[in-house]
Structure formats: structure tokens, C-alpha cells
């Protein structure tokens, strides 16, 4: 039990100085004598646990998007096992499963966004956010609006969505997990043009 705590607190400071350094040089600058220095562990202890910082770097990311992935299925399995006749609550609970987990790892998926990390990672979670939404349509008997080419429909969907997480990520005094699902659920029932108000009274 002791080894594995260990390592389990040897790999939290690996994590921990990776992302700092990310931060401070950017993915693409740091070097794994630099991961080590920070972390105050020798190489030889970073090897245990990676190949490389590239490793390193896909470690995270699965590790993010399987916890997150896990969030929403969990939720999706809770509303089926106990047949939910509320669309909008479950859509509540699977969204704020999701915050929940991504407040606790604000500063790592943050980075890991940023320009300085891996700007691919986001069109990973987008994907993963496009599932989500396709299984809640399928469950619901619903479908993407076709007013517009549905993959317009689709874009505009989910990037609205991944925006507002992003900037909520992104910010220094942020709202609770439970805020923002409140948000992202009433942004789901607004078209652009009910946001923005004119004192005439027309759009």
C-alpha cells in the first residue's frame, strides 16, 4: 500500500510540474530535465512512470476525457435505470456530472486548452461533447434542427456549449459547477438574436 501511495504522490508531482511548466514555457519548449528539476525527482523516477513528456501529455488527456466520458454515461445510466419523465433535469444532472469533474481539474484542462498546451485536446472533449449530445437526441426521440445545413446546426450547438465551459475555465473568481449547468441549460432555449436587446424594442 505504501509503494503504491508513492507512486501515486510521485505522479501528482510529476502532473503538478508539468502543467506549471507548461504555463511558464509552453508544451512545446520544456524538456523532461526540466519536468524532473521541477518536480524534484531524478530521471530515472520519471521513466518509471513515463516515456516522455509526450507520454506524459497523453496520459492526462485520456485521463480527463475517460473521467469525463465516465461522468456523463453514469448520469445516462442513472436516468434510464430510473425511467426520468423530466428531459431538462437529466440534461441538468449530465451536464453539471460533468462540471463537477472539470471544476476539480480546472487548472490542468485549462492549460491543456490554452495555446501553450495542446489546442488539439479540444477537439477531443468537442467530440466527446458531440456524443453526449447525439445520445441525449437519441434517448429523447429528438434530432437536430434542419432550418439551416445540419452540420451548421451541429457546430453552432456544440461550440456554444465548449465556449461558455472554456470561459467559465478561464475565469479567476468562476461560478460553481451548479451555476454553469444552470447557464448552459438556459442557453440552450435562447437564439442569438434574444440576447441581444435594443432600447427600441426590436431586434
Known amino acids: 500500500m505504501k509503494h503504491i501511495e508513492q507512486n501515486a504522490q510521485t505522479q501528482a ?77 437529466e440534461l441538468f444532472n449530465t451536464f453539471n456530472a460533468a462540471l463537477d469533474y472539470a471544476d476539480s481539474e480546472r487548472e490542468t484542462i485549462r492549460t491543456l486548452f490554452s495555446e501553450k498546451g495542446d489546442p488539439q485536446f479540444f477537439n477531443q472533449i468537442k467530440d466527446l461533447v458531440d456524443d453526449m449530445i447525439s445520445s441525449k437526441l437519441i434517448a429523447s426521440n429528438g434530432h437536430y434542427s434542419d432550418i439551416i445545413p445540419i452540420d451548421y ?21 468562476p461560478e460553481s459547477p451548479a451555476e454553469i449547468a444552470t447557464i448552459l441549460m438556459r442557453s440552450r432555449f435562447l437564439a442569438p438574436h434574444d440576447l441581444l436587446i435594443f432600447d427600441d424594442g426590436q431586434a
Open 13 to 89: 508531482n510529476i502532473k503538478k510540474a508539468f502543467i506549471s511548466l507548461i504555463n511558464e514555457k509552453g508544451f512545446s519548449n520544456l524538456t523532461v530535465s526540466d519536468i524532473t528539476r521541477t518536480a524534484g525527482i531524478s530521471r530515472g523516477t520519471f521513466y518509471v512512470h513515463f516515456t516522455d513528456k509526450f507520454a506524459l501529455l497523453e496520459h492526462l488527456e485520456n485521463t480527463i476525457h475517460q473521467s469525463i466520458a465516465a461522468a456523463i454515461q453514469s448520469n445516462i445510466d442513472y436516468a434510464i435505470d430510473n425511467t426520468p419523465n423530466n428531459k431538462a433535469e
Open 153 to 173: 446546426t451541429k457546430q453552432i450547438a456544440i461550440y456554444s456549449i465548449l465556449n461558455i465551459i472554456r470561459h467559465w475555465l478561464n475565469k479567476e473568481h
